[in-house]
C-alpha cells in the first residue's frame, strides 16, 4: 500500500503559477506510474498528467498541455506538477494517484487526500 501526500496548493490570479508536491511513503513507487487528476465541484474527476517510473512516458490532459509539466524523482518517491498561465478553469482540488497505465490511460490504485487550488479571475 502505498501512501500519498500532497502539499502545495493554494490561490493565484489568472496567469499565474503554482507548483504542487506529493510526496510517496510505505513502499518504493519505482515499479509504479505517478501522477495527477483534478475534481471540481459539480464535474467528474478529470486526468490532468501522469509519468512512468523509467520516465520514457508522459502523459498530459488536452486541456493542461502545454501549461503544466509533471517531473518525477523515482529516487525520492515524489511526483510534482508545476502549473504555469492557470486559468480560472483549473479551479478544483488536485489528487495526486499511483498506479499503472494502460495503452493510454494512467489506471491509478492509490490516491492522496487532494489539495486545493484556485485561481480567480
Known amino acids: 500500500q502505498v501512501r500519498l501526500e500532497e502539499s502545495g496548493g493554494g490561490s493565484v490570479q489568472a496567469g499565474g503559477s503554482l507548483r504542487l508536491s506529493c510526496v510517496a511513503s510505505?513502499?518504493?513507487?519505482?515499479?509504479?506510474?505517478m501522477g495527477w487528476f483534478r475534481q471540481s465541484p459539480g464535474k467528474e474527476q478529470e486526468f490532468v498528467a501522469a509519468r512512468t517510473s523509467s520516465g520514457e512516458r508522459y502523459l498530459y490532459s488536452d486541456s493542461v498541455k502545454g501549461r503544466f509539466t509533471i517531473f518525477r524523482d523515482v529516487g525520492k518517491n515524489t511526483v510534482d506538477l508545476q502549473m504555469d498561465n492557470l486559468k480560472p478553469g483549473d479551479t478544483a482540488v488536485y489528487y495526486c494517484?499511483?498506479?499503472?497505465?494502460?495503452?493510454?490511460?494512467?489506471?491509478?490504485?492509490?490516491w492522496g487526500q487532494g489539495t486545493q487550488v484556485t485561481v480567480s479571475p
Open positions: 494517484a499511483a498506479g499503472f497505465v494502460s495503452g493510454d490511460t494512467f489506471r491509478p490504485i492509490n
Open positions: 510505505g513502499r518504493t513507487t519505482s515499479d509504479l506510474t
